[in-house]
T-cell receptor, first 111, second 113 residues
Framework: GEDVEQSLFLSVREGDSSVINCTYT??????LYWYKQEPGAGLQLLTY?????DMKQDQRLTVLLNKKDKHLSLRIADTQTGDSAIYFC???????????FGKGTSLLVTP | ETGVTQTPRHLVMGMTNKKSLKCEQH?????MYWYKQSAKKPLELMFV???????ENNSVPSRFSPECPNSSHLFLHLHTLQPEDSALYLC????????????FGPGTRLTVT
């Protein structure tokens, strides 16, 4: 599949908002996803957005999609220490069979 | 509870050993996947099975051999591995192949010595 790029690390204080950014290259992607991986666990789907949308809100999570710039972001409001994890951006450009993941962004939330 | 279980959770093996990883999904899904997760690299798709038929083999070396005896079980047979094969091996399932909400197991942490 085409490249999905993310920054590797982000550190925020508890209670602040976190914004994790992602860029992708394949404009044929119809869905874009955010997965969360806690230590010692597999990946868990957090949310996804269809490519004809530019925003989706789900409780503390807001996904913004700029299709022109191929840029996706995940905003976590009121970040808690339990949000510390690795966040993966993914698209469905990988030959149609499975997801194409970025390297993941490690989010550290400090008290 | 993820609905996808993997055993063992940790495995240490020598380069001449033969071992198998097991994945089981309790979700009634028809598609199952093996991914390799190495440090500082994107998740790499290894194999995709749909209704027990392999539909994707992503240029994986033959020292990795998958088996899908039924839609609930997926194995990854390992033999004569190399130290660079040390990684977290993740199994996932979805309702259908190409149905993109995937459910992941916790992974098997493999160390090849």
């Amino acid at each position: 599949g085409e490249d999905v790029e993310q920054s590797l690390f982000l550190s925020v204080r508890e209670g602040d908002s976190s914004v994790i950014n992602c860029t992708y290259t394949d404009s044929s992607s119809t869905y874009l996803y955010w997965y969360k991986q806690e230590p010692g666990a597999g990946l868990q789907l957090l949310t996804y957005i269809f490519s004809n949308m530019d925003m989706k809100q789900d409780q503390r999570l807001t996904v913004l999609l700029n299709k022109k710039d191929k840029h996706l972001s995940l905003r976590i409001a009121d970040t808690q220490t339990g949000d510390s994890a690795i966040y993966f951006c993914a698209d469905n450009s990988n030959s149609g069979y499975a997801l194409n993941f970025g390297k993941g962004t490690s989010l550290l939330v400090t008290p | 509870e993820t609905g996808v279980t993997q055993t063992p959770r940790h495995l240490v093996m020598g380069m001449t050993n033969k071992k198998s990883l097991k994945c089981e999904q309790h979700l009634g899904h028809n598609a199952m996947y093996w991914y390799k997760q190495s440090a500082k690299k994107p998740l790499e798709l290894m194999f995709v099975y749909s209704l027990e038929e392999r539909v994707e083999n992503n240029s994986v070396p033959s020292r990795f051999s998958p088996e899908c005896p039924n839609s609930s079980h997926l194995f990854l047979h390992l033999h004569t591995l190399q130290p660079e094969d040390s990684a977290l091996y993740l199994c996932a399932s979805s309702e259908e192949e190409g149905y993109y909400e995937q459910y992941f197991g916790p992974g098997t942490r493999l160390t090849v010595t």
